[in-house]
T-cell receptor, first 113, second 115 residues
Framework: KAGVTQTPRYLIKTRGQQVTLSCSPI?????VSWYQQTPGQGLQFLFE???????NKGNFPGRFSGRQFSNSRSEMNVSTLELGDSALYLC????????????FGEGSRLTVL | AQKITQTQPGMFVQEKEAVTLDCTYD???????LFWYKQPSSGEMIFLIY??????QNATEGRYSLNFQKARKSANLVISASQLGDSAMYFC????????????FGTGTSLTVIP
């Protein structure tokens, strides 16, 4: 069974640009969540989608958005990039919302110059 | 609100020795789950062990055990017989039903195993 797949793994952008990250969950998993990880802040929750609906949302500005498709694949978008957006973005999937652990991808490492 | 606290930013342990990584939590949920994850330098978070709030027995998975003290709201991870490959960041996390089953993570502990 394939794990959670995130693309791209590494990317470099400049301030003001926008970026789209993709996440394919484990087959059969309907929930996808996104986290931002930085050395100073640890893992910060961005949002979670379940069956194409946003279920939970963290405390991030509106520049951060996401969506989930009917095949459970998810994308997150960051517009008007800032230097502080440089981070490892982790995607995680789970089968249901109220049971089980999160299964994580290897992350997308974004550098904003 | 849910909160997870890991007070040890860095820990060192001799190979083959046991080590305890501390985790305390704060929640008003009557039902919740506690998790530990390992993050090697590659970045992927690896699930290690789970403890439900109503579980009577402490969870064990191979060399990992979770020392669950509900009254103290602590969920410490014990790694026995440490190996060089155990060097990584370790995160404690909690999921509660009253907060939409969202996961909350601690700030992590960096473990270094010394040969």
């Amino acid at each position: 069974k394939a794990g959670v797949t995130q693309t791209p793994r590494y990317l470099i952008k400049t301030r003001g640009q926008q970026v789209t990250l993709s996440c394919s969950p484990i087959s059969g998993h309907r929930s996808v969540s996104w986290y931002q990880q930085t050395p100073g802040q640890g893992l910060q929750f961005l949002f979670e989608y379940f069956s194409e609906t946003q279920r939970n949302k963290g405390n991030f500005p509106g520049r951060f958005s996401g969506r989930q498709f009917s095949n459970s694949r998810s994308e997150m978008n960051v517009s008007t990039l800032e230097l502080g957006d440089s981070a490892l973005y982790l995607c995680a999937s789970r089968y249901e919302l109220d049971t089980g652990e999160l299964f994580f991808g290897e992350g997308s490492r974004l550098t904003v110059l | 609100a849910q909160k997870i606290t890991q007070t040890q930013p860095g820990m060192f342990v001799q190979e083959k020795e046991a080590v305890t990584l501390d985790c305390t939590y704060d929640t008003s949920d009557p039902s919740y789950g506690l998790f530990w994850y390992k993050q090697p330098s590659s970045g992927e978070m690896i699930f290690l062990i789970y403890q439900g709030s109503y579980d009577q027995q402490n969870a064990t998975e191979g060399r990992y055990s979770l020392n669950f003290q509900k009254a103290r709201k602590s969920a410490n991870l014990v790694i026995s017989a440490s190996q060089l490959g155990d060097s990584a960041m370790y995160f404690c996390a909690m999921r509660g039903s009253n907060t939409g089953n969202q996961f909350y993570f601690g700030t992590g502990t960096s473990l270094t195993v010394i040969p």
